[in-house]
């Protein structure tokens, strides 16, 4: 009986360590737990951006990996850049801010409706390409410049991204800012 006892106990904590093992974030990968921390500081930092009236925080877009803010998008001023960043930075659990954000030039209907068009086609380039995670990638256009950001898987996303981006018809030049997560 003793033995079967033992068995017993050696068995589950043999089958809690492998379970626990499993449940850990590796250097690539998140936790569910780290996953909900960064999706709760991104929705606070853009809270945080949408409160502020000096920020336009719908041409802003937001990511975290692992409490690291990478800002992303097309500012009216350099006031507003230094403003986004001072913003997320005040949100509690970010650990960093990168802030990627360029000045916009003033834009004609015709142009803005073309950068529209732009970064559909090149959202959809990266959708039908099954070594980019599209919904890792942030795309922005402005006078045909687009600009990638956010956290990619590896090198190879990040390189098929930018190519991707730069095939599309009317793309003027790519800023790949993607960043690898490490």
Known sequence: MFFNKQSLVVGLLASMLTLA????????SRS????????????KVKAALIKDHDTKANNINVDVYQGKVKLAGFVGSAQ??????????????????????????????GTAIDDGMITAKVKAALIGDSR????????NTNSGIVQLAGFVDDATAKSVAGDLAKAVNGVRSVRNELEVKK
Do not use: F, Y
């Open 21 to 28: 093992s499993a449940c850990a974030a590796t250097p690539e």
């Open 32 to 43: 569910t737990g780290q996953t909900v921390d960064d999706a709760g500081i991104s929705s």
């Open 80 to 109: 507003e850049k230094a403003e986004a960043t001072r913003i997320a930075k005040t949100v509690a659990g970010v650990q960093d801010v990168s802030n990627n954000l360029e000045v916009r030039a003033e834009r004609t209907a």
């Open 132 to 139: 980019t995670k599209a919904h890792q990638i942030d795309v």
